[in-house]
């Protein structure tokens, strides 16, 4: 596709579920973040993948959060035991290179979160 | 942690004036970057400004940086209904490559 694709776009779950959330990136984009975005506030970093390197997790909030990205394609981020706090918008960015140093992230609409 | 500050939180301007806003930072960085988000949806990168520029033009908007007082300007001229959305800096500090995002400032543009 052309942009970043995510899904799902809405998420409702019950306290105490797991979820799943995915990220398709732009073809060819090496780096891939994920974010967090709580109603009215800013990006939260979560975890870098670059390429093959060992991935920064020093985002991830607790150990109910983990990601995976396969090579340079697709990556999946889950939250497991779901709680009331983790309900958020979960973006997921790409980017061609070593950036942001040499250039902008490329966002995807976000998954939005809902712990009920 | 957030790096960036985005001043004021909110704006309300008419349309075809020019809207203003602030970002300051904490440590010294590599670039700085502004995004837009219209509500329910993704950022999009308006422009990036690196540590050496003072200032930098993209059509309608005008993005100014002040390493020595750690802060950047988002000027948006003769603004339009369109131009409503939140604002978001960015920064990247020197040392990492983390793109570190402050609460952003929400523009409303009323017809």
């Known amino acids: 596709g052309a942009g970043v694709s995510q899904s799902p776009s809405n998420k409702v779950t019950e306290k105490g579920k797991d979820v799943e959330l995915r990220c398709d990136p732009i073809s060819g984009h090496t780096a891939l973040y994920w974010y967090r975005q709580r109603l009215g506030q800013g990006l939260e970093f979560l975890i870098y993948f670059q390429g093959n390197s060992a991935p920064d997790k020093s985002g991830l909030p607790s150990d109910r959060f983990s990601a995976e990205r396969t090579g340079e394609s697709v990556s999946t981020l889950t939250i497991q035991r779901t709680q009331q706090e983790d309900s958020a918008v979960y973006l997921c960015?790409?980017?061609?290179?070593?950036?942001?140093?040499?250039?902008?992230?490329?966002f995807g609409e976000g998954s939005r979160l809902t712990v009920l | 942690s957030q790096q960036g500050e985005e001043d004021p939180q909110a704006l309300s301007i008419q349309e075809g004036e020019n809207a203003t806003m602030n970002c300051s930072y904490k440590?010294?960085?590599?670039?700085l970057q502004w995004y837009r988000q219209n509500s329910g949806r993704g950022l999009v990168h308006l422009i990036l400004?690196?540590?050496?520029?003072r200032e930098k033009h993209s059509g309608r908007l005008r993005v100014t940086l002040d390493t020595s007082k750690k802060s950047s300007s988002l000027l948006i001229t003769a603004s339009r209904a369109a131009d409503t959305a939140s604002y978001f800096c960015?920064?990247?500090?020197?040392?990492?490559?983390?793109?570190?995002f402050g609460a952003g400032t929400t523009v409303t543009v009323r017809a």
């Open positions: 440590t010294s960085i590599n670039n």
């Open positions: 960015a790409s980017s061609p290179g070593l950036a942001p140093n040499t250039g902008e992230l490329f």
């Open positions: 400004i690196r540590s050496n520029e």
């Open positions: 960015a920064t990247v500090p020197g040392y990492d490559y983390k793109l570190s």
